[in-house]
């Protein structure tokens, strides 16, 4: 199952793919807009996932700003 749902946080949108990973038994969290971190988090459940993958966002998001590095421009996905 893969899902992906835009994320607001901090005043900003992105988006956050929740895959479930048979080899693995979790739920995978992928950021496609910070491609440097392929699965960021997981969880056993897809709300703990989903809660799990918010976190990691803040946290990137808070120590890009602290460096004073830009933060990625979100992308707009479509789904057919």
Known sequence: ???AMPN???????????KWSEEDKLYLVH?????????VT???????????GQEALDGLI?????????LPEPKSFSFA
């Open 42 to 52: 997981h969880g056993s459940t897809y709300q703990e996932a989903a809660q799990n």
């Open 62 to 70: 808070e120590v890009m700003q602290d460096n004073n590095q830009p």
């Open 31 to 39: 950021l496609p807009e910070f491609p440097w971190q392929k699965f």
């Open 8 to 18: 607001r946080t901090m005043n900003h949108r992105y988006t956050m793919v929740i």
């Open 1 to 3: 199952m893969t899902s």
